[in-house]
């Protein structure tokens, strides 16, 4: 029933290429039923909410197979789709140059004794720094692509590309690993882009960044107390037996770096404060930095990386140890690239709260494989069209009136009730339809609240 407006149809058809024509079709229709779905997303009533004007039947699964089966028995992979998804955000959004991909890793709580893949995990939410707090669910690890629209001076978006499922137990691929393997499939799609792959503490390991292909630059945590060495080897005797070196002297680790920059009573030398201005988390911030160049053989093994100390003035953040792979990399924008990280955990966050992205309750291997991949994909199509089209829409501009104090025009959760009016006013429309069409849209209306009730 629900009209698909025909600048989100632009948008959805890139994705075309990823199904056949019947999986198509009702890959749209569960978009607007999952769009237009007012209540909690069970699968039964997104296909419900996608069909209104079907009185809902008194067993939930009645007459939707085909939404069922499409992730049951659908020939349509997650990785296919990743790739028309790929094509879609590069070319709709214009990224040139060195693109930006974010990873990391989230809980979607799940529960039941035939659910596949459930594991007990650290709930990131419920842990503090004395307590870790675990939960049963599916682990996520998500590649994202972040965006700074032209009229922002910071990335303020994270668009989920990827998505794959950390399995329990042993012998199954880490986070690490299986971020690794996304990266590989991105880099085999577009083999003349360049990437600066961001992410944390996790993620920086030798089982990530060992032959790290040159096309990506690295940005992430490192430890405070990592064992970092001088990249220059110094000359050895002709007369001094054994193997040669093929590092330097041990140097301090980062977080003694920050003391011994503390006690420097001189301008001059080396393990100086120096001071820069940058713009993260949305507001200019002047921080003190050290940066050298060391060699993390732990995890990089001889490869020279630069090192980046941070520290707040104010107070306000802890000392942070940054790394980059890129040696030539001013600490701006380590500082600033290591700070659009925060755009994937807004990224889980609308996905769980606005998306509901742990409602749907599916048990079989392939289904739970490939619900959590499609909702993060629609996230992205549903933002991609907002931050192209939607945002210049009559509707925009009048939720755009009413926002409060506290909310955003470009949070997902605006960007869903737009599209979600823009459907609703090009569905209910005077002009197009006749007494007897009206009266059959005011039947669905009411199907519709029904299920919301």
Known sequence: MWHMIESLDTVVDGLSGAFTRPSFRTASELLLGWVMCLGEHRLWRVAHSARPQITP???????????????????????????????????????LGRITLLVDDTLAHKRGKSVWGLGWWRDAVASTKKRVATASGHNWVVLAVAYSPPFFSTPLFALPLMARLHLPGKGQPSCPALAKAMLAEVLGWFPTRLFTLVGDGAYACDTLLADLDQRVVFVGRVRGDACVYDPLVPSAPKSKKGRKAKKGPKLPKPRDVAVQADRKGTS????????????????????????????????????????????????????????????????????????????????????????????????????????APWVWSMQSVIMVWYLTAGHTLPEALELQ???????????????LQVLRRAILNATINPNSADQSQLIEMVNALKNWANLAA
């Open 401 to 415: 009136e009413v926002l409060g104090d506290w909310d955003s025009e470009w949070s997902l959760r605006h960007m």
């Open 57 to 95: 039947a008194p067993t939930p699964r009645h007459g939707l197979d085909g939404s069922y089966n499409f992730f049951e028995r659908s020939a349509w992979t997650p990785s296919g789709l990743a790739y028309h998804l790929a094509v879609l955000i590069f070319t709709r959004l214009k990224l």
């Open 268 to 371: 001059v030398g080396a393990w100086l404060w120096r001071t820069i201005e940058v713009v993260i988390y949305g507001e200019s911030r002047a921080l003190a930095v050290v940066s050298y160049e060391a060699v993390w053989p732990r995890v990089l093994g001889l490869r020279p990386v630069q090192i980046v100390v941070v520290r707040d003035p104010e107070s306000r953040m802890r000392d942070c140890y940054l790394f980059t792979t890129d040696r030539t990399a001013l600490a701006q924008w380590v500082v600033t690239q290591f700070a659009w990280r925060w755009a994937i955990e807004v990224l889980f966050r609308a996905s769980k709260q606005v998306l509901d992205i742990e409602a749907p309750m599916h048990r079989s291997q392939e289904s739970v494989e490939k619900l």
